[in-house]
């Protein structure tokens, strides 16, 4: 089986600096684009930044632009959110999502992270 697994959340003050990383195990042929979401407390999942499994990124959230700097290691099969001068706004729970081939299988099957706490404080 496939599992993702982020790594990195934690509290930090405004205008630190901070790394998320989410790492995808088990039998896996290949992975396509990797994803961030993000969710605060009484609102809607949204898609912070993506990026395609050849490096390049398409989109940022305007509320991160200029802040937020999506990377990966396809060698490493991970994906990393490097989060600088965070805001209070940026306080949520961090997701990954993958699009994943798994051994044995011909078709992309859509996987999500379970998910890991970021706390900014003013």
């Known amino acids: 089986q496939v599992q993702l697994v982020e790594s990195g959340g934690e509290l930090v003050q405004a205008g630190g600096s901070l790394r998320l990383s989410c790492a995808a195990s088990?039998?896996?042929?290949?992975?396509?684009?990797m994803a961030w979401y993000r969710q605060a407390p009484g609102k809607q999942r949204e898609l912070v930044t993506s990026i395609t499994r050849g490096g390049t990124t398409y989109y940022y959230a305007d509320s991160v632009k200029g802040r937020f700097t999506i990377s990966r290691d396809n060698a490493k099969n991970t994906v990393y959110l490097q989060m600088n001068s965070p805001k209070p706004e940026d306080t949520a729970v961090y997701y990954c999502?993958?699009?994943?081939?798994?051994?044995?299988?011909?078709?992309?099957?859509?996987?999500w992270g379970q998910g890991t706490q970021v706390t900014v404080s003013s």
């Open positions: 999502n993958a699009d994943i081939v798994q051994s044995d299988d011909y078709f992309s099957r859509s996987y």
């Open positions: 088990g039998s896996i042929k290949t992975i396509g684009t």
